[in-house]
């Protein structure tokens, strides 16, 4: 017999499992399956950057990571040369520093306690999409049996070597980072707490100390920063953990063995001087590739995190990109699931994805460059670090960047041509296509799937009456948030957090009619504001 589902994720790792979280959440019916016999282990990708961060707070886990999680107050970049460039951290840049074990923990918590649980150690050996499902056979490792599954849509979230994309005969284009990275956790000596610096150091937390074979033992290293060590020899990253552990790695000659020997001789050839391993609890060898699926969609299945793109790690941008895929198509074939949205909506899926992947890949790529950068191109580097530095662009720019703030997406969600995102507005309006620390959608049960129009001034004025006449016509799609006070302006974000819209009275009418075109025809006969539910 058949098993249906409506949405078959593959794949149990962060990025599959935020996804089936969303849709749950979304009340969209998913099935979750997985070759490995077990939930993925180790600390893998530990910054959980802005984007990532609400999503957990849409999930309701946004208490617990933050709990379980080091909060770093700044990146403290120590150049080789002499001298730091420290970088605070503003409140909407900071990432929560967790190991990937635990954030998958939360997730796979998040969507038990909406009824759904993982099938470990079921394989996909084949997939035959037709024009209204996709049929899955699906292998047992326990006992061999073997079932088919019929799915309305399929999404593969099955890593790098994703058998789904491969199914599905999609191009992996690109090519392997030219550089071997050794990274190593454990426990190190020569660190202390901000305080302890303090009291320690007259320079204070995370003093700039020159690094390198000879230097004298007067390392003081807050473990409430990220630092990054830019060497003669190369870059270092000590990044500390939860567990009062740190994490270190950097790109090393060929030849350098996994050893707890190699990541020590790593941490005095490019550290401060003075820190010590006191223990390594794991250390091994890895390389990079940056590659790009040539299409996110074919017909009914989808492609999200490692499965769509993979890239250096420098930067932290993994799971930054990867489960944006998911909080962007999630609302979207909820929508289409329910009925609320035309299915041609997500045909923006992948356009839109693409322009950030793009985005984030030319930023991780110049950071990784920069990383294996040769002695003169080096000092060129810790020059232009400082200068960035004199002039606020590390703040105002490069942290913001990380932060996912600087993304933005072409204008394909509704057709119609948005104003070009580099274009100047008033401060108070963000730019359509873009995302803004000021505009982040509420994250209650009550408003998830709908955009979210804010509006401020008199409310009893034009605006708030055109707002408010605009959700009464489109409740399934629209929630209207008034404020009182300020000159009139509205707002109105997209579900996973861009702006599709902002400006005035007339402005919002011509969002309304760009709205109105993602809505299925009613019936004829039918008045506005009926004949949908959520």
């Known amino acids: 017999m058949t098993r249906h589902t409506t949405v078959l994720v593959v794949g149990a790792g962060p990025c599959g499992l935020a996804m089936a979280a969303q849709l749950r959440r979304l009340d969209v019916d998913v099935t979750v399956v997985d070759a490995q016999n077990r939930p993925h282990t180790g600390s ?26 080091v909060r770093p107050a700044a990146l403290h970049y120590h150049l080789g040369s002499g001298g730091s460039v420290r970088v605070p951290l503003a409140a909407s840049d900071i990432p929560l520093v967790l190991p990937q074990e635990r954030t998958g923990q939360l997730l796979a918590q998040a969507l038990a306690d909406r009824g759904t649980t993982v099938e470990w150690g079921t394989r996909v050996s084949r997939i035959t999409p037709t024009a209204d499902s996709v049929r899955a056979n699906l292998t047992r490792e326990a006992d061999g049996a073997q079932e088919e599954i019929e799915a309305d849509w399929l ?53 700039a100390h020159t690094g390198g074979p000879g230097a004298p033992p007067t390392a003081n290293l807050s473990t409430q920063e990220i630092h990054y060590f830019l060497a003669r020899t190369g870059v270092a990253l000590l990044a500390p953990l939860p567990s009062g552990e740190f994490r270190l790695s950097g790109a090393v000659p060929a030849g350098t063995a996994a050893t707890a020997e190699h990541a020590q001789a790593l941490l005095d050839e490019r550290g401060p001087g003075g820190l010590r391993f006191t223990e390594v609890r794991s250390v091994a060898l890895f390389s990079s590739e940056e590659r790009v699926a040539n299409t996110l969609r074919s017909g009914r299945c989808f492609l999200v995190g490692d499965a769509a793109h993979v890239h250096s790690p420098i930067g932290g941008q993994g799971l930054n990109l990867g489960i944006p895929d998911t909080r962007n198509l999630a609302w979207k074939l909820a929508g289409v699931v329910h009925g609320r949205l035309r299915p041609s909506v997500l045909d923006s899926y992948d356009p839109e994805r693409r322009a950030v992947i793009a985005q ?4 991780t790529g110049r950071m990784a460059r ?103 016509d489109l409740p399934d799609l629209i929630a209207h948030i008034p404020s009182d006070g300020g000159q009139e302006h509205f707002v109105l974000l997209r579900p996973d957090g861009y702006v599709a819209a902002s400006g005035g009275a007339d402005d919002l009418s011509r969002a309304g009619r760009r709205l109105a075109s993602l809505v299925p025809a009613l019936p004829s006969g039918t008045p506005a504001g009926e004949g949908r539910s959520r």
């Open 155 to 207: 999404i593969g979230a099955d890593g790098l070597h994703s058998s789904v994309r491969e199914a599905l005969g999609v191009e992996f284009s690109g090519a392997r980072f030219p550089a071997t990275f050794l990274l190593a956790e454990g426990r190190i000596t020569g660190t202390t707490d901000p305080a302890g610096a303090d009291a320690a150091d007259p320079a204070g937390p995370g003093a």
């Open 370 to 472: 920069q990383a294996v950068a040769g002695p003169v191109a080096g000092r060129v580097r810790n020059l232009t670090w400082k200068l960035l530095q004199v002039t606020g662009v590390l703040t105002r720019f490069y942290a913001p960047m990380l932060a996912g703030w600087r993304s933005h997406y072409p204008d394909v969600l509704f057709g119609a041509p948005l104003p070009d995102p580099k274009r100047r507005t008033r401060r108070s309006r963000p730019r359509p296509g873009t995302r803004d620390p000021r505009w982040t959608p509420r994250p209650t049960d009550a408003l998830a799937g709908r955009f979210q129009l804010f509006t401020h001034g008199d409310p009893a004025g034009p605006l708030a009456a055109r707002a408010a006449h605009l959700a009464a």
């Open 44 to 69: 893998r990708a530990i910054l959980l950057w802005p984007p990532v961060r609400e999503v957990l707070d849409e999930l309701g886990l946004a208490e617990d990571a933050a709990r379980a999680a």
């Open 360 to 363: 984030t890949l030319e930023a």
